[in-house]
């Protein structure tokens, strides 16, 4: 349950979005995004933690304000408006993780410094698949010496920040448990690209890797962390989506009311008239899958409110892509170059996309035959 007000809420989201229009301008982001290296955080990351925003989803038990869904929503919808490329929103969900399964002494070991920004922690829960084949999946093995991981994992986001790893892998029982690693330990292989919105992702390979599990709750609980996990980063990226389209709309509003043809505003021709209000109708679509995503977070350990992140994202998936591809659209030719901002909304949608699951994928999950396609064993765990 968030400890902040309605008007705290409205007091961070005018102060974050200031604070992003004076420091990370679209240009200016841009260049600090090519400028600095994988492993580097963005020159912005030490602002957050002076607006307390990496404490934003930290129990006040460890110097936090305890958000929630709409919290996570909030922030990340004013990130997509500016495009901002940081690793805030991975930090948020795994401390979630390690807040309702982690023991004390790993609440009082992890959350402090992800409250202040010292630590990062990012999901790794994408097993990789190799072709045609199914998921490789990554195992958890209880030995002399402790937990064990073997496997490998992909599209983890920002994972040459990372100090610390959040791995969900499969105990020998068949369920889930989900497991920290420290991103220095022995036996971890790391390759990373950048993807097309200018952030980094990393495919990691584990090799009999030092693992420590959440404690606080028993392993046979820890499918249902995984589930409200994924359930809060869901309503995180219906947000973000949500931030990037209204950027892109305004922007687009803007250019057909300044750019001329034939002398007159491009604004003036109705069928791009009648084009708008069908992507603002679109827009509305995207709020409620915002909304959706934020419900499913509260009674996630159900089935049902599983089914609604599913639905969230599927409905996301479709209306925000369409709304960013009818941006480019009436921008025309300019709309698909690096100096415009459209296109970059665009491309932050694609990376959406590839990592938490296309409208294909969402279809999956409502069917019921991808509900567990990348982490065999949380049905049963």
Known sequence: MSTLSHDERASLA????????????????????????????????????ELGLHAVMVSPDFGGFGGGADEIQLVQ?????????????QVAICAHAVARAGSPTQQGALLPPLSDGRAVMVLADRDAVELDAEPKVTQAHDTARGWRL?????????????????????????????????????????????????SWSGDLRFESVDAQPLEGLSLQHHGEV????????????????????????????????????FGQSL???????????????????????????????????????????????LVMSQSATWILQQAI???????????????????????????????????ARLRGDGMTKEMPGVAGS
């Open 14 to 49: 005018d102060a974050l979005s200031r604070v992003l229009a004076r420091q990370y301008g679209f240009a200016s982001g841009r260049r600090q995004n090519l400028a600095i290296a994988p492993e580097q955080l963005p020159p912005i990351w030490s602002t957050l933690s």
């Open 77 to 89: 919808r004013q990130f997509g408006r500016s495009l901002l490329v940081a690793p805030w929103f």
């Open 150 to 198: 073997e496997g490998r994992k992909t599209a983890v986001l920002h994972a040459g920040l990372a100090t610390h790893y959040l791995v969900p892998a499969v105990t020998p029982n068949g369920g889930t448990g989900l497991f920290v690693v420290d991103s220095s330990a022995v036996g971890i292989g790391c390759h990373l690209s950048r993807l097309v919105d200018g």
């Open 226 to 261: 995984y589930r409200s996990t994924e359930a809060l980063a869901i309503a995180g990226v219906t947000a973000d989506a949500l931030g990037a389209c209204e950027a892109a709309l305004e922007m687009t509003v803007q250019h057909l009311r300044t750019r001329k043809q």
């Open 267 to 313: 604004g003036d021709y109705q069928a791009l008239r009648h084009r708008v209000a069908e992507m603002y109708i679109e827009l509305e679509q995207v709020k409620s899958a915002c909304d959706l995503a934020a419900e499913a977070v509260e009674g996630v350990d159900s089935v049902q409110p599983t089914r609604g992140t599913a639905q969230a994202l």
């Open 329 to 363: 659209q009436l921008h025309g030719g300019m709309g698909m170059t690096d100096e415009v901002a459209v296109g970059h909304c665009y491309r932050r949608m694609l990376v959406l996309n590839a990592r938490w699951g296309d409208t294909r994928e969402a279809l």
